[in-house]
């Protein structure tokens, strides 16, 4: 039984978080303690506390036990830009391992750690490195969120493809509606039901108010989970 899963989507505003948080949910229905990691977010207000990230807050305010803002979001950047010019405006480079030893201080204290990406799967963070590379280093089954709008299948038919040559198992995926009037609907979740090789853990229509709740209401995690 694995105690942690990398979320990532198939391109920016795909839903990872809402998903993330729907999943911390189910989990924590389950009875079991969860935390939420975000390695890496880009977007953020400055406040009294320091830079904060509103995706990383919602996962802090979900997670069954608070903790430090800096172990669930211990790279964060204030321009909305891709992570790796933020951190090169900066001079800084993300360190790996300092992401892993982020995940399992928290790993200690939960049954399971949901691992928030940010962008898609090759999104770069720097010297030749992506987010493929980081869920590698911590070694975790991938979980797809596939934002469901024109273009999605083949998204997510490359997304999946890239996550299974990185070596890392595809452990499900989810589809969101993000376009409330994408044409053909149903038909294409059937073809990525089809086509993606892993189970199909919920599709989420879109919801005026995508709470935690109202999210894990449309997710089915097989007891592997």
């Given at each position: 039984m694995v105690n942690g899963y990398f979320i990532t989507g198939t391109d920016t505003d795909s839903g990872k978080t809402v998903i993330t948080l729907g999943l911390m949910q189910r989990l924590q229905s389950r009875g079991l303690q969860v935390a939420g990691?975000?390695?890496?977010?880009?977007?953020?207000?400055q406040t009294d506390a320091g830079?904060?990230?509103?995706?990383?807050?919602q996962l802090l305010a979900q997670a069954s036990r608070p903790v430090a803002y800096d172990l669930v979001?211990?790279?964060?950047f204030a321009p909305p830009i891709a992570p790796h010019l933020a951190a090169q405006r900066l001079g800084q480079s993300i360190d790996f391992a300092e992401i892993n030893r982020c995940y399992g201080q928290l790993a200690v204290a939960a049954d399971r750690v949901l691992v928030e990406g940010a962008g898609?799967?090759?999104v770069p963070l720097g010297a030749g490195r992506t987010m493929?590379?980081?869920?590698?280093?911590?070694?975790?089954?991938?979980?797809?969120?596939?934002?469901?709008?024109?273009?999605?299948i083949n998204h997510a038919l490359l997304s999946a493809e890239s996550i299974r040559a990185s070596g890392l198992p595809l452990a499900g995926w989810v589809g969101n509606q993000v376009d409330p009037a994408m044409a053909e609907l149903d038909a294409n979740v059937a073809t990525l039901r089809s086509w993606l090789e892993a189970p199909c853990l919920g599709v989420i229509p879109h919801l005026a108010s995508p709470t935690p709740l109202a999210t894990a209401d449309h997710l089915q995690l097989p007891d592997l989970f």
């Open positions: 990691l975000k390695p890496v977010a880009a977007g953020a207000e830079l904060r990230n509103g995706d990383a807050q979001n211990p790279y964060c898609g799967w090759r493929a590379d980081l869920a590698v280093t911590l070694n975790l089954p991938v979980i797809l969120v596939v934002g469901l709008r024109l273009g999605c």
